[in-house]
């Protein structure tokens, strides 16, 4: 079957490779062109997406609904079982392999071993275009080589040492670097009565590496290297384990990693979090995979400070060391790192010479898991922009990742294993403690002061630290005037932030995240600050925004993805510093479009069947705590009045546009 130009198949690829799931044009213009997407890249993925679909469906009429590659609502789904396409069952096979590796026959295991491996037919998306194939190729490649290794392992343990010869050397041929490849072989070699071969394949490989890195080998080659020149009988390691041990550092010369920031002072309120985390890690080293943790959230909710919290508590855990990448997604910091500028800035501090290091992505992900072989390293890689950047920062083996971002990554959890753990704003307690804490004494003895400033906040850390700062720093300025000063809506956000520190600014945070969104979920973000004071429904928003409820629901999501609103079942609600930011955001539309967007909320709920009153639900942050049962009533009321309001303006202007049409200045 012919499937067309490089770029069509790479279109085709990104589909199978989430096949049965809908996958956004955004996607897949980012996986065709990463950061340099042309202006006409919409409408080459239209063009891509037909000509696929009469080269999949040849005998389909012009006007015929594809049953195989669907439009849906938000993007395009491929309609094929996961299971039919031979990447994603390979890693399935993969899968029952290494548990039938744990307890099964050594023949059972071997026929599943060989099972996922007959699937390979050459290399993955070979000859395929842009950035997504390019790391979708390096991280099936690295886990064909590792199905090798632990197949190898297996015929090893069995006495199947000639036959096993070969296929690693043609392995270890492909992936030189690959000190377990070499490993195996140097063992297999040795145990088939060819021991001056194993030793030759010691030498090259000494060769290669100080040649390429400047290394020497690692702690597990050297070792199996004087076990074979002293012609010792049984080479297995302590405990029977055909695994190498872990390298004793990192090279000549080249100190172990410590590269951890510290914990901003006053870190408090997240223990249940921490032991949470803690036992997501215990969880996943139980299953002998690599830990992968994403701890996202909303700006300024305190990530990254619970993330190296984490890290400095798990440290010992660790004894090879701890990476650390700033990947500067919001762009506060400096311009986002590509994938391959943190792999450069990560092998740099595993020793390797730059001058020996691969200019491509592919290249480098390789070093870099070689180099990370055997180790067992903590690697924190902060504020991550997308899943393309953190996918190739990701080794196997004993290591273990904690990434932080403002982004949910449902597709890492779902593809590549992570846990997520999202992180909320502090509790009102919580947050009028670190608030005392931090405010140089002035609010010791006055806990009601201390609540009322954590609830205007809205327990989110940055605010806080940014209040208290404030606090702290004008001690000649009486504390009722300087609470009255965070009250005001129209300046709250003004205050949040430090004058000259673009990291100490509320509303800079803010904007770094309304910026990353598409320009349809930006245009809803701003209507929905239109109607900010309270729950918004799917059928709300959809009025706001003129659109249909299923583009409504798809753009709350993604707002919700990207933190900058919550999901409360049927109803969403904006944080309320958010609903500020949101406020001033819907200022930049025209004055006729913001009253348009009113008059067609007022119509949908004059639509609206009347309805039982429904308590209302607070939102899961601090403010909700702290408001007392009169208040709630007295803002509901207000709220009442304020949309009975827009209501009988909608209704005044449609009686005056039927008089007067052409008058459209403000009364």
């Known amino acids: ?27 897949i213009t980012s996986a065709l062109w990463g950061s340099d997407t042309p202006q006409t890249a919409a409408n080459g993925v239209h063009t891509y997406v037909a000509r696929l679909r009469r080269a999949l469906e040849p005998g389909r009429g012009n006007r015929a609904a594809s049953t195989v590659l669907s439009s849906e609502p938000g993007g395009y789904c491929l309609r094929l079982e996961p299971t039919d396409v031979d990447a994603t069952l390979f890693v399935e096979r993969h899968g029952h392999a290494r548990r039938s590796r744990e307890g099964g026959s050594a023949e059972t295991t071997l026929r599943l071993y060989e099972d996922a491996l007959a699937l390979w037919r050459g290399e993955a998306y070979s000859g395929v275009p842009g950035p997504f194939a390019a790391m979708e190729g390096v991280r099936l490649r690295d886990l064909r080589l590792t199905a090798v290794e632990e197949w190898a392992a297996v015929m090893v343990e069995a006495g199947e040492h000639a036959e096993v010869v070969d296929a690693l050397s043609r392995a270890a041929a492909e992936e030189p670097l690959r000190e377990k490849l070499r490993w195996l072989l ?38 199996l290297h004087r076990r074979i020149l002293a012609g010792q009988r049984e080479l297995r390691l302590p405990g029977g384990s055909l695994a190498p041990r872990p390298r004793e550092g990192l090279g000549a010369g080249v100190p ?75 762009g506060l910091r400096g311009r986002p790192l590509t994938a391959s500028d943190a792999l450069l800035q990560l092998l740099t501090s595993l020793g390797a010479d730059s001058t020996r290091i691969p200019r491509d992505l592919a290249g480098r992900a390789t070093l870099y898991r070689t180099l990370l072989y055997g180790r067992r390293m903590l690697i924190v890689l902060d504020d991550a922009l997308s899943v393309d950047q953190l996918r190739p920062l990701i080794p196997r083996g004993a290591s273990c990742v904690v990434a932080t971002s403002r982004q949910r990554f449902g597709g890492l959890a779902a593809r590549d294993g992570a846990r997520t753990h999202t992180v909320r704003p502090l509790g009102l307690e919580e947050a009028a403690d670190l608030l005392t804490a931090l405010s140089g004494g002035r609010l010791a003895g006055q806990p009601e002061t201390a609540r009322r400033l954590a609830a205007l906040c809205g327990g989110l850390p940055l605010a806080l630290r940014i209040t208290a700062e404030g606090i702290a720093a004008n001690p000649g300025v009486p504390l009722g005037t300087l609470v009255e000063q965070y009250t005001t809506e129209s300046g709250r956000l003004d205050r949040l932030t430090v004058a000259d520190d673009a990291l100490a600014s509320v509303r800079d945070a803010f904007e770094t995240s309304y910026q990353a969104l598409s320009a349809e979920a930006a245009r809803m973000f701003r209507f929905l600050g239109l109607s900010k004071d309270g729950p918004i429904t799917v059928p709300a928003a959809a009025a706001l925004a003129d659109t249909d409820r299923d583009t409504a629901r798809r753009l709350l999501d993604t707002l919700v993805a990207h933190h900058l ?99 459209l200045t403000p009364r």
Do not use: W
């Not at 899961?620 to 009045?641: G, T, W």
């Open 256 to 330: 172990l990693p410590a590269q951890l920031p510290s914990v901003a002072r006053g870190f408090t309120g997240r223990d249940t979090e921490l032991k949470q985390l803690e036992g997501l890690l215990d969880d996943e080293f139980a299953q002998r995979s690599t830990p992968v943790i994403v701890v996202d959230g909303p700006a300024g909710v305190g990530k990254s400070a619970l993330a190296l919290e984490l890290a400095h508590r798990l440290s010992d855990r660790f004894p090879d060391g701890q990476l650390y990448v700033d990947l500067c997604g919001n």
């Open 186 to 223: 140097m063992l297999a070699l040795y145990h088939a009565g060819r021991q001056a071969h194993a030793l030759a394949v010691y030498t090259e490989t000494r060769q290669l590496l100080r040649r390429e890195l400047g290394i020497e080998p690692g702690t597990e080659l050297q070792d």
């Open 565 to 663: 609103l919550e999901d409360h079942g049927p109803r969403y609600r904006l944080h309320d510093l958010l609903g500020i930011y949101a406020a001033e955001c819907a200022k930049s539309e025209p004055m006729l479009n913001r009253r348009a967007a009113l008059a067609r909320l007022a119509e949908a709920e004059l639509a609206q069947p009347a309805q039982p009153a429904q308590p209302a639900q607070p939102a899961p942050h601090v403010v909700a705590h702290e408001r007392p049962a009169e208040k709630d009533r007295i803002e509901s009321y207000a709220l009442v009045l304020r949309r009975a309001a827009v209501l009988r303006r909608a209704a005044f202007r449609r009686r005056e546009d039927v008089t007067r049409p052409t008058d």
């Open 1 to 27: 079957m012919a499937l067309g130009s490089p770029k069509q198949r790479a279109v085709l690829s990104l589909l199978a490779s989430r096949a049965g799931e809908v996958v956004s044009g955004d996607t």
